[in-house]
């Protein structure tokens, strides 16, 4: 193998983690050919942390620039799932209100500022449905199960099922997020049960890197 074969295989070698979701057209080097990258790959990265750390909106703003469509897109691809569940979360989490203005372009503003009632209700219930289709896709990922949950506890018609999902989890000590348990405590306490709300509390609170994702109504009103 000469040196130019030995350097395109390096080269080759190093990107397959990343083309392994999305493909792109390969380029030359030299008489042999390495696949281009596909940026996105680390956008998504770079997405998924901006909301893990709080800042929804900007999370929102960049799986939109790099996803134009993804509020109608399967989640059988792994990036577009990944893409799914931030946007899906980040909305969740900031209760269906994502003022992204000027981050994408106009068409792409549609209902996600959340400034009326219906409008927070409709981000919120899409939400639900792309976690649910990543949930259809990955059906044994406790994580992944932790969100759907989370996401259902935002719905009035919806906190049933999110309750039993969210329960079964804690039961099995699969719940994976503080903000799963922080959604179970939320719902032990509307239905005034104080030992269930306050053992989900206690979970929420040792995982959790900030105390306001644990701040939960007690039993009666009132908050933690």
């Not at 059988?76 to 203005?101: C, E, F, K, Q, Y």
């Not at 449905?129 to 018609?157: C, F």
């Not at 994976?176 to 719902?187: I, T």
Request: charge should be positive.
């Amino acid at each position: 193998m000469n040196r130019t074969s030995s350097r395109c295989l390096l080269i080759a070698s190093a990107l397959v983690a990343s083309l392994a979701a999305s493909p792109r057209p390969a380029s030359a080097c030299g008489d042999e050919f390495v696949p281009a990258i596909d940026h996105r790959v680390m956008g998504i990265a770079r997405a998924e942390q901006t909301m893990q750390e709080g800042k929804y909106v900007a999370a929102a703003g960049m799986v939109l620039r790099m996803f134009p469509d993804i509020q109608g897109r399967a989640a059988t691809d792994p990036l577009a799932s990944r893409a799914l569940r931030t946007l899906a979360l980040a909305s969740v989490r900031a209760g269906g209100v994502l003022p992204i203005g000027s981050q994408v372009p106009r068409e792409l503003r549609g209902t996600w500022a959340g400034a009326t009632a219906e409008d927070r209700t409709r981000n919120l219930e899409w939400a639900v449905g792309a976690m649910q289709r990543v949930s259809d896709a990955r059906k044994d990922d406790p994580a992944v199960q932790s969100d759907l949950g989370e996401a259902l506890a935002r719905l009035d018609g919806q906190k049933g099922t999110a309750k039993k999902l969210l329960a079964e989890l804690a039961e099995k000590d699969l719940l994976a997020s503080p903000e799963g348990y922080a959604a179970l405590a939320r719902l032990h306490a509307e239905a005034g049960d104080a030992g269930g709300r306050d053992a989900a509390a206690k979970r929420c609170e040792a995982m959790a890197k900030s105390p306001d994702v644990c701040r939960i109504p007690a039993v009666g009103g009132g908050q933690s």
